[in-house]
C-alpha cells in the first residue's frame, strides 16, 4: 500500500503490537505509538493484574518500544469510557447470569471507536494494531476479514463487528505471521518486550479472579443460592451465579458417581441448572447486537459459526431477524453455547459477522424448545 501520513499504532505494550510497530516503521510510514490508559494502574483491591494490557507498566513499556524505534507515544486518557463501555457491561452481564468477553466490547467501543476518532482528529489515516487477522480487498471493491496464518494464535473472531468503514482504515500487520516469527523479529531488532510473557487473562482483574471483581461490583450475582437439576429439585448451594458458566463441569461441589455440568443460570432464580453432558446440546440459538463485515444480508445463509474464542467451527444457518438479530440454526448440534459469548459466522477464511448469544432457542436433548 501507498506510505501513508501518519498511522496510529494500538500498542499494549506487548510484543504483538510492538512488532506492528516495528513492521510499519521499517516500510516508510509515519508512525504514532498510543497506549489507552483505561485503568487505574494502582489501588485497593481488585487491583490491576501485573501484566495487563491497560495499565502503568503496559504504558511504560510501549514507550520503551517507541523510543527503540525512534517514534513518538502517547497516552490516550480513556478511563471513563472504559468504565461505562467496558466495566459496567461486564458486570452487569455476570449479574444477568451471562458469561461476557470483555475484549469484544473494548474493541468495539475503544478501540476502533474513542481511539480510532482520537487517531483521525490528529490526522492519522489507518489505525494498526497487533491482532492475528488479515484484511484484503477484493476486486468487487469491498474489504475483507481473513483469519489469521497462524491458527493458534488467530483473533479474527474478536474482530467480528468491524464494518467496511472499519476495515478500510485498519491496518494488522501481523495476519501473515507466526507467534515464533513475531518474536524472532522482535528479538533481533531488540526490542525491549521481545520475551514479554503473552496475557491470556481479562486486563483489569486481578489475580484472573473476575468473582471477586464482580462481587465488590454487584453483590447479588455473588449471593449464594440453589443449584437445581432440570426437574427443579435441589441437589446442592452455590457460592454466587457469577461464579459459574454454561457447560462448566468443575467447582460444582456436587458428590455423587454422576458427572453434573452447568447446563443453565437463572438469575431470575439466583439459580444454577445442572444436568448430564448431553443436555448442553443445542440446535438453535438467538443472537443480538449483530454486525456484518459487507453489510447486512438481505436473507438466510450458510455459514460456519464458533461459539467460543478459539473454539470449533460448526456448520449452520444464519437468519437474519429485525432489530438486530438473527437465529443461529446447527446443522449438528453445538455443546453449551453460553449466553455473553459471540457467535461468529466464517465462510471458509473469511469472517461474515456476529452477534451476541442471548439465549439458547432450542435444546438437542431436552424436548426441543428452550
Known amino acids: 500500500m501507498p506510505k501513508s501520513p501518519c498511522i496510529l499504532v494500538a500498542m499494549s505494550g506487548g510484543v504483538d503490537s510492538s512488532v506492528a510497530a516495528l513492521l510499519l516503521a521499517r516500510e516508510g510510514h509515519t508512525v504514532l505509538g498510543a497506549t489507552m490508559e483505561t485503568w487505574c494502574p494502582s489501588g485497593p483491591p481488585p487491583a490491576t493484574r501485573r501484566g495487563g494490557c491497560c495499565n502503568l507498566e503496559a504504558a511504560r513499556d510501549a514507550a520503551a518500544v517507541c523510543e527503540r524505534l525512534g517514534v513518538p507515544h502517547q497516552v490516550v486518557g480513556l478511563r471513563e469510557a472504559f468504565e461505562q463501555e467496558v466495566i459496567a457491561p461486564f458486570v452487569a452481564d455476570y449479574g444477568r447470569g451471562r458469561t461476557p468477553n470483555p475484549c469484544l466490547n473494548c474493541n468495539r467501543y475503544l478501540k476502533w471507536g474513542r481511539l480510532a476518532a482520537w487517531a483521525q482528529a490528529r490526522g492519522a489515516t489507518h489505525l494498526a494494531t497487533g491482532h492475528y487477522a488479515r484484511i484484503e480487498r477484493g476486486a468487487d471493491?469491498?474489504?475483507?476479514?481473513?483469519?489469521?496464518?497462524?491458527?493458534?494464535?488467530?483473533?479474527?473472531?474478536?474482530?467480528?463487528?468491524?464494518?467496511?468503514?472499519?476495515?478500510?482504515?485498519?491496518?494488522?500487520?501481523?495476519?501473515?505471521?507466526?507467534?515464533?516469527?513475531?518474536?524472532?523479529?522482535?528479538?533481533?531488532?531488540?526490542?525491549?518486550?521481545?520475551?514479554?510473557?503473552?496475557?491470556?487473562?481479562?486486563?483489569?482483574?486481578?489475580?484472573?479472579?473476575?468473582?471477586?471483581?464482580?462481587?465488590?461490583?454487584?453483590?447479588?450475582?455473588?449471593?449464594?443460592?440453589?443449584?437445581?437439576?432440570?426437574?427443579?429439585?435441589?441437589?446442592?448451594?452455590?457460592?454466587?451465579?457469577?461464579?459459574?458458566?454454561?457447560?462448566?463441569?468443575?467447582?460444582?461441589?456436587?458428590?455423587?458417581?454422576?458427572?453434573?455440568?452447568?447446563?443453565?443460570?437463572?438469575?431470575?432464580?439466583?439459580?444454577?441448572?445442572?444436568?448430564?453432558?448431553?443436555?448442553?446440546?443445542?440446535?438453535?440459538?438467538?443472537?443480538?447486537?449483530?454486525?456484518?463485515?459487507?453489510?447486512?444480508?438481505?436473507?438466510?445463509?450458510?455459514?460456519?459459526?464458533?461459539?467460543?474464542?478459539?473454539?470449533?467451527?460448526?456448520?449452520?444457518?444464519?437468519?437474519?431477524?429485525?432489530?438486530?438479530?438473527?437465529?443461529?440454526?446447527?446443522?449438528?448440534?453445538?455443546r453449551a453455547p453460553a449466553p455473553g459469548q459471540a457467535a461468529v459466522f466464517y465462510r471458509g477464511e473469511e469472517v461474515l459477522g456476529g452477534g451476541i448469544i442471548a439465549a439458547v432457542v432450542a435444546w438437542a436433548n431436552r424436548g426441543g424448545a428452550a
Open 141 to 334: 471493491g469491498q474489504f475483507h476479514l481473513l483469519r489469521g496464518v497462524d491458527r493458534a494464535k488467530d483473533q479474527s473472531y474478536a474482530l467480528y463487528m468491524l464494518r467496511q468503514g472499519h476495515l478500510e482504515r485498519t491496518l494488522l500487520p501481523l495476519g501473515d505471521l507466526t507467534k515464533s516469527e513475531v518474536r524472532r523479529l522482535a528479538a533481533e531488532a531488540g526490542l525491549p518486550v521481545a520475551g514479554r510473557a503473552e496475557s491470556q487473562e481479562i486486563c483489569f482483574v486481578a489475580d484472573d479472579d473476575h468473582f471477586a471483581f464482580v462481587s465488590e461490583r454487584r453483590p447479588e450475582a455473588a449471593t449464594p443460592g440453589p443449584i437445581l437439576n432440570l426437574a427443579g429439585q435441589e441437589v446442592g448451594r452455590h457460592r454466587g451465579i457469577a461464579a459459574y458458566t454454561v457447560g462448566q463441569r468443575r467447582g460444582l461441589g456436587l458428590g455423587g458417581p454422576a458427572r453434573h455440568f452447568v447446563v443453565e443460570i437463572d438469575a431470575a432464580r439466583q439459580a444454577v441448572i445442572v444436568g448430564e453432558e448431553a443436555d448442553t446440546e443445542a440446535r438453535e440459538v438467538l443472537v443480538e447486537e449483530t454486525s456484518y463485515t459487507g453489510g447486512r444480508p438481505t436473507g438466510a445463509f450458510e455459514a460456519e459459526v464458533m461459539t467460543r474464542y478459539r473454539g470449533q467451527l460448526v456448520p449452520a444457518t444464519v437468519v437474519p431477524q429485525p432489530e438486530g438479530r438473527a437465529a443461529v440454526r446447527f446443522h449438528d448440534t453445538q
